[in-house]
């Protein structure tokens, strides 16, 4: 079912207002806590540009959608907001139903801005339409490997399941970690239950287990077997993904929730205008904002900038991506052409690898900057 649109503080009685075409993952099984947050955002920037005087006079308005991690419908929801005339798209959370809305984005010739989706090839091949905030996997997951070798990891096993993003992940880690003399030791979740990655970690002598699975499960039930099992008590347990960015996860796994590293994409510190919009996002979800939170106020921002400089003329839009230098509130937003990358691509946002910390796990310990 269609999630209704979003007026969001601007009057839309005469049919005049600009729209955007909002992607989000708001039931199971998509991440509905990402989604959540990434919807925050979202609509605190609508908010703020129409408090400011919208678009040239024009309310922004946010027409939602509900993608629940599924390619098929967050394609077909690309096809009626093209009808419905909205000038751009944002958002998306999940990698591959971001590929799938990109491509059909980039068919119908409207220009989508990515939040979060990582995933290197978005689109098969180049295409103007399409712009990204989040920083491509095989830039994030090579920082990773760096902390991984850094932190004497060079055997590491990847509990991965069946899926475009986790297989581009687990190539990733093992074409950069193999010529620095790491090994990557992949376990299919498919062909093993939780209990037995175990034995496997123990037989394959593995220092460290990265998830590369959805959440909550299989991740929380693996997380729970290995740290009660006497034999890995000297593992490392990471999530390059960011399962435990988001505060279920500290809700499901308790003290287990610590001590597990994993990529954010948030500056040391933040500027004066992160910190204004990190207050306003914590008091809208009522908990601390999520980096995709953040991800998703720099989309509207940027997506507002542009309207107002060249109007919702779609083709004007997409034109514009190489022109844009936007004050975000992780650094200063520009989009460039990046080898392997077939997108307009921000490169780069700034890139922690962080963990809960064992003393207070509500709190993020910074192991590794970018």
């Not at 010739?109 to 180049?126: H, I, N, R, Y």
């Not at 096993?157 to 069946?162: D, G, I, L």
């Not at 999520?290 to 919702?312: N, P």
Request: include cysteine; aromatic fraction near 6%; hydrophobic fraction near 45%.
């Amino acid at each position: 079912m269609n999630t209704p649109p979003s007026p969001l503080g601007a009057e839309r009685a005469d049919g005049s207002s600009v729209q955007i075409g909002a992607l989000v993952p708001l039931t199971r099984p998509g991440w509905v806590e990402a989604g959540q947050h990434l919807l925050a955002g979202l609509e605190l920037a609508v908010r703020e540009v129409n408090d400011a005087g919208g678009i040239v006079g024009r309310p922004l308005e946010l027409v939602v959608r509900d993608t629940a991690a599924d390619p098929q419908r967050a394609a077909a929801a690309v096809d009626e907001l093209a009808r419905l005339g909205v000038a751009a798209l944002a958002g998306e959370y999940h990698s591959v139903v971001a590929r799938a809305a990109a491509a059909r984005a980039d068919a119908l010739g409207l220009p989508f801005l990515c939040s979060s989706a990582v995933l290197d090839a978005l689109t098969e091949q180049p295409t103007e339409w399409v712009a990204r905030l989040a920083p491509a996997q095989s830039h994030g997951w090579q920082i990773y490997a760096d902390f991984l070798l850094s932190t004497g990891h060079s055997r590491i096993a990847v509990a991965t399941e069946s899926s475009v993003y986790w297989a581009s992940g687990a190539r990733i880690l093992r074409d950069y970690l193999a010529p620095r003399g790491g090994t990557v030791i992949e376990l299919d979740m498919r062909a093993l239950a939780p209990t037995a990655v175990c034995d496997e970690l123990v037989d394959n002598r593995a220092t460290a287990l990265l998830l590369l699975v959805g959440h909550p499960e299989p991740a929380v039930t693996i997380v729970k077997s290995v740290r009660r099992d006497q034999r890995l008590a000297e593992i490392m347990i990471g999530a390059p993904a960011g399962q435990p960015e988001f505060a279920e996860w500290a809700t499901l796994l308790g003290d287990d929730s610590a001590a597990i590293p994993f990529l954010r994409y948030l500056p040391e510190r933040l500027s004066p205008l992160g910190a204004r919009v990190e207050t306003a996002l914590r008091e809208r979800l009522a908990e601390a904002p999520s980096f995709v939170a953040f991800e998703g106020y720099d989309t509207v921002a940027v997506l507002a900038d542009v309207l107002r400089s060249h109007g919702a003329d779609r083709a004007r839009t997409a034109e514009s991506w190489p022109r844009v230098a936007v004050e975000g509130t992780r650094g200063q937003i520009q989009f460039s052409r990046t080898p392997g990358i077939s997108v307009w691509q921000w490169a780069w946002t700034p890139i922690q690898v962080v963990d809960r910390d064992p003393a207070e796990p509500d709190r993020f310990r910074i192991l590794h900057a970018s």
